[in-house]
């Protein structure tokens, strides 16, 4: 048997009336901290004070790098290669040029410079150089047989490329050499006509193999089914 109950009928609540009321007060009780007493200053200090607080905030300035601190220091690291001295170059040399410096090592013009003289390759022989090592005549700085290479130094002192200590790197006659060679070696460059397309990938040559074998199973003959032996007696 199953009983059921009836809920009671909700009745509302009288209006009364509302009041405030306000919150406790949680510094009722307590002290207050005293203050630190201020410390006698004399009056030196209060006026130092005052005026560095009235005084514009300046970054602080970095430390001077390089250049900047040392003006001098890329002339200082330049090499005379005439007397091998430090701060000058070779035309403000004190000791004076060397006869010959101003004109075609190869043609003895005056027209001209070395870099830019118009004579064959097989014939620019520096025959009338002047070498500022030795101050000898027929040959230049990177061809004298007394050259230091302390004083022109490399990487490790010597040629990368064929180990002489006469020339750098990039002066290095057997590399001119090779790398003429390359230039003038033909490049072969592979053609391709309108109606052929790119290289297939390894995935379109796997679905073709497929497709041949599957042909080739097609065109093969049949072989004619085995008729049943029938024996009689």
Known sequence: MVRIARRAPKKPLDAGGFTVQPLPN??????????PAPIPLSAAARAHGLQKHLQPHRPVPYPAIGSQADPLRKLRAIKCHICRQFGHVTDNCPQGKPLGVQHCHHCRSMSHTT?????????????????TECQGHGHIADQCPNRNPDDH??????????????????KCPERLKELKKMDDKPITLGKITADQGGDDDDVFLEMRHKDIERLRHKTQPKTAPKKAKVVTF
């Not at 949680?26 to 203050?35: L, Q, S």
């Not at 490399?154 to 790197?169: A, K, P």
């Open 153 to 170: 130094p490399t990487q490790d002192g010597v040629c990368q490329f064929c180990g002489s200590n006469y020339h750098v790197l990039r």
């Open 115 to 131: 870099r830019i003289c118009p004579l064959p390759a097989s014939e620019k022989t520096y025959k009338f150089g002047v070498c």
């Open 26 to 35: 949680r510094n009722e009780g307590r002290t207050a901290r005293p203050k």
